[in-house]
C-alpha cells in the first residue's frame, strides 16, 4: 500500500504524531510544568508562599510506595519475558496477525480486555506483545501507533473492569472512610461495574477504540518499525559459565526452588483466601507473583540476577518523576487558600454547583476528567472528590452507582495523553511519550464527546436509590 491508501485518519494520525514528536516535552517536562501550573494558581487563590512549598515538599515522596510499585511492574515484566518458556509463548501469540495494521488492533484488543482484569497485567503484557510482533520481519508494524494500542488499557477502559479502584472501595465498607461511607452506604459491584448500563458503555468503548487503531494504522510505506527507533536489543545474552567456587549457589537451581517454595506457599494463601480477581488487582499480589514466577522460569539465580539488571534502566522515568506528581497532588489537597480552602474543594465546588440531576454526569465526568489531568490517581482522587460529588449526587436524586462509573469512564480520558501511567510501557518499548501521544490524541479526541454523551444517556434510565445506612 502506498501513501494514497491512508484514510483521513490515518493521515491525521501520522500529522498529529510528527506535530507530538517535534513539539512534545519529555515526560519529565510534562510534570514539572503542572507543577509550576498548579502552584501559580494555588498562590493566586492566596495560598502564603510557606504553604504552598510546603505542601509540595511535604507530598514530594508521598508516592514513593506507589513509586516502587510501578517499577517492579517493569522489572517483573522484563524479567518473566525474558524467561526461554515465556519468551516462546509470547512469539507464538505473536504470530496471530497477519498484517501491520491487524497486529495494531489485536494489540489493543488484548490490552483491553486484559486491563478489565488487571490495568498492571495489560501495561507488561501489551509492551511485551508489541516486541514480540516488532520482531517479525515480515510484518511491517508501525512501532507508535502499536505502542499507542497497548495503552489503550489505561486510556479506555481499565476503571470499569475488576480493577476499578472505587469500585473496590466502595463495595468494601471496611476501605471507606466513615465520612463517605455514611453519604452512600454500601455499592456492590451490582450497582456499579455490573450494571447493564456500565456493560455497554465499555463494550461501545472497545469496539469505537479498535476502529480508531484500524483507521490510524499508517500504511506499510509510512510505517516506522522499531529498527526505525534504533531497533530492540531482544536477544537474551547466553549465562556465561560459571567462573569460580564462590559463584556454586548463583548457578544452582537450590535457591531458586526453596525461595520459589516459599513464595508460591503465600500466593496459595491469598488466593484461596480471597477472590482471584480481588487478589489479582492488588498490585503488591501482582509483583509478587511477577517475581516468583520469574525467579523459577529463570531456575538459576545467575540468570534471574541479569534479566533484572537489563531491566532497571527501564525503570528511570518512573523513579524520576512521580515525585512530581506527588508534590501535585498535595498541592491541589493540601494547599489552602486565604478562605481556608484547597484548589481541590474549589474545583468540585465550582462543578457540583453548576450540575442539575439531568445534566450531572456531564458535569461529573468533565470535572473528573480535568483534576484527573494533574492528579493521576484511581484511587486516591476519589477519596478527595467522593464525599463531595456523592453528597451532590445525593441531593440531586442521581445513581450513586452510576455517579461512580461516571467517575470511571471520566478518569481514563485524560490517561489518553498523561504520561503518568505510560511510563512503565515506555519502558518496556524503549520509547518515549511524544513517540505514542500523537496517536493517543486521536483516541482522546473521538473518546471525549462519546463517553460523555453515552454517561448522560445510559444515565437517563437510572432511578435513584437512597443509601442504605451503615
Not at 488487571?118 to 501489551?126: E, N, P, Q
Not at 451490582?190 to 476502529?211: D, E, G, K
Not at 494547599?335 to 462543578?351: E, I, K, P, V
Not at 512503565?424 to 518515549?432: E, N, S, T
Request: with cysteine; aromatic share 12%; hydrophobic share 55%.
Amino acid at each position: 500500500m502506498g501513501k494514497a491508501n491512508d484514510g483521513w485518519m490515518a493521515r491525521a494520525a501520522l500529522r498529529s504524531a510528527a506535530w507530538a514528536e517535534r513539539w512534545f516535552p519529555d515526560a519529565w517536562v510534562f510534570a514539572a510544568l503542572g507543577v509550576i501550573v498548579v502552584a501559580v494558581v494555588v498562590l493566586a487563590f492566596g495560598a502564603t508562599p510557606a504553604v504552598t512549598v510546603n505542601a509540595f515538599g511535604d507530598g514530594f515522596w508521598s508516592l514513593i510506595p506507589f513509586t516502587m510499585q510501578m517499577a517492579f511492574v517493569v522489572i517483573g515484566g522484563y524479567v518473566v519475558a525474558s524467561a526461554p518458556i515465556v519468551a516462546r509463548f509470547i512469539d507464538l501469540l505473536a504470530r496471530v496477525p497477519r498484517t501491520g495494521r491487524g497486529a495494531i488492533c489485536f494489540v489493543g484488543l488484548i490490552s483491553m480486555l486484559a486491563s478489565l482484569l488487571s490495568w498492571g497485567f495489560s501495561l507488561v503484557f501489551g509492551g511485551l506483545l508489541v516486541r514480540a510482533l516488532a520482531r517479525r520481519e515480515t510484518l511491517r508494524m508501525d512501532y507508535r501507533a502499536a505502542g499507542a494500542a497497548a495503552y489503550l488499557g489505561l486510556g479506555a477502559v481499565w476503571a470499569m473492569g475488576l480493577s476499578s479502584s472505587a469500585a473496590q472501595l466502595q463495595a468494601n465498607p471496611k476501605s471507606m472512610p466513615p465520612g463517605l461511607l455514611s453519604i452512600t452506604g454500601v455499592l456492590p459491584f451490582s450497582q456499579t461495574i455490573f450494571l447493564w448500563q456500565s456493560v455497554v458503555l465499555t463494550a461501545v468503548l472497545i469496539a469505537v477504540s479498535l476502529m480508531i487503531c484500524w483507521f490510524t494504522a499508517p500504511s506499510d510505506t509510512q510505517a516506522r518499525t522499531a529498527q526505525d527507533f534504533g531497533g530492540m536489543d531482544t536477544a537474551t545474552p547466553a549465562l556465561p559459565l560459571r567462573s569460580r567456587p564462590g559463584e556454586w549457589l548463583e548457578y544452582s537451581p537450590l535457591l531458586s526452588i526453596l525461595m520459589g517454595v516459599l513464595g508460591l506457599g503465600w500466593l496459595g494463601y491469598e488466593f484461596t483466601s480471597k477472590p482471584v480477581v480481588t487478589a489479582i488487582a492488588n498490585l503488591n499480589t501482582y509483583n509478587f507473583l511477577f517475581l516468583t514466577v520469574g525467579l523459577l522460569l529463570h531456575w538459576r539465580p545467575r540468570s534471574f540476577l541479569n534479566a533484572v539488571t537489563r531491566a532497571v534502566p527501564s525503570t528511570a522515568g518512573v523513579l524520576i518523576q512521580f515525585p512530581l506528581y506527588g508534590g501535585i497532588a498535595a498541592l491541589l489537597t493540601h494547599a489552602a487558600g486565604a478562605d481556608g480552602q484547597t484548589l481541590a474543594h474549589r474545583l468540585s465546588s465550582l462543578f457540583v454547583h453548576i450540575a442539575s440531576t439531568g445534566t450531572f454526569p456531564l458535569v461529573m465526568g468533565a470535572y473528573s476528567a480535568v483534576l484527573g489531568f494533574f492528579v493521576p490517581s484511581g484511587g486516591g482522587k476519589w477519596l478527595v472528590e467522593a464525599p463531595y460529588v456523592m453528597q451532590a449526587a445525593n441531593d440531586l436524586h442521581v445513581h450513586l452507582g452510576w455517579a461512580v462509573q461516571v467517575y470511571n469512564a471520566a478518569e481514563a480520558l485524560p490517561n489518553l495523553i498523561n504520561p503518568f501511567w505510560m511510563l512503565p510501557l515506555l519502558g518496556v518499548l524503549g520509547l518515549k511519550a511524544r513517540d505514542v501521544v500523537g496517536f493517543t490524541f486521536m483516541q482522546l479526541l473521538v473518546h471525549v464527546p462519546l463517553v460523555l454523551g453515552l454517561l448522560w444517556l445510559l444515565g437517563l434510565t437510572l432511578q435513584y436509590v437512597p443509601p442504605a445506612q451503615p
